[in-house]
Structures are given as C-alpha cells and as structure tokens.
C-alpha cells in the first residue's frame, strides 16, 4: 500500500522512504532543529536501474526545496556509519559547490536513501547540447570543480561517480556544481578509495572530451 503522504517515494510494506528522512531529520545537529521535519515530494528528478530521485519541500512556515535519492537494492554494511562520517567530513570543510548530504535512513527492505540540498540546474551535457553553453566554455567550467575534487583526494573523500548526469550548471553564469558527492563510496563494500579517485578524473576527462566534441548549433 502507498504513503498516503509520499505516494511516489520508495518503500516497503508499512515503511516509507520520505517518513523515515523525517525521522532522520529530527535526529540532526542543531543547526538543523529549526528545520521542519515533514516533507512533501513533488517531481521525479531522475532515474536509473538502480536509483530514483526526487524534489522534496520542507513543510512549515519556511518551506525548502530538498533533493531526494532512494536505491532500489539493499545498502551495505555500515551504510549509516559511512554517512555520517562523510556529513561530518564535508560539514568542517568549507566549500560552495557541493550540495551538502541532510540526512539518511534505510527502510525495512534495507534499501537506503538520502537528503541533500537542492540546487537549481541542469546537466552541464545539456546546456551544451542547446546551443546555450559553448563547448570550450563548458570545459572551463570543469576547472574548479577538478580542483575542488583533487582537494577532496587530499582529504580522503572521494565521489566516486563523476558522469554527465552529476555536473550541473545553474542559470546564467552560476558556477557548475557536483551532485551526489560521496554517494558510490555510500553503497560500495570496498575500503580501498584508491580506484574511485582515479575514476573522478577519468570522469571529468572524459567529460571534457564530450564537452569538446559536441556539435556546435
């Protein structure tokens, strides 16, 4: 039976994804107690075969929009654990282009989700593809965003899956911004982040290759 409340969140007999980050939330540090703890899902954001995403809204009397992201198989061991470790990672670290992680919570399938912040953009691929970004443009816009990584390298933070999908430009000349930071070393059983860095710069090469090669309208 569905959530009467979040009706398209992922879930398991009597347990939603949506109503268990509620809880999730209500157990946050102080900076968050503020926040309202009940959320409403609005629109499919994305999807794979493995993976949903949603924008979510805070309910209460200063309402937030909230990004969303539910798998469709279990998660780890330790995938709680691994969490608030990158949370606490990323909360002492200052930075602007990574949409910081809220809350997680398992359901009774042990499939995880997690909350982060929501930023307003679409795939750096796709601005391109629309003739509203110049390729070498878009490349250029790579640069902090590689330097913001390779400094993350240095603090034994990975992300692990630098695709299309997780570069995001907002309108105008906003900044690109990452998606998703950490979340394939969340649901991945190895200890060993070595082979994950090197797959952040492979993917941010393989981008601008993609970038580069896009026919110009």
Known sequence: MACRRHPNAAGFREHCAACLLEDA????PQELATRPRQVTILVPLGETTSSAVFLV????PAPRLLRL???RRPAVAGFLSRFHRLQSHLDSWEFEDLDRPLAASIDAAGCPSVLTMFSQG??????????????????ARLGPLIALTT?????????GSIVP??????PDSAPARLLDFGHARLMAPSTNDAPLAVADLDGFA?????????PVK
Do not use: C, F, M, Q
Request: glycine share 12%; aromatic share 2%.
């Open 165 to 170: 999908g997780n570069v995001i430009v907002g």
């Open 57 to 60: 809204k805070t309910e209460g």
């Open 122 to 139: 679409v795939p750096i691929l796709d601005r391109v593809r629309s003739g509203r970004l110049e390729g070498e443009e878009a490349v």
């Open 25 to 28: 939330l209500a157990t946050e």
């Open 206 to 214: 393989a981008l601008a290759r993609t970038l580069r090669e896009l």
């Open 151 to 159: 400094s993350a390298h240095a603090r034994g933070l990975v992300h």
């Open 69 to 71: 992201k539910t798998w």
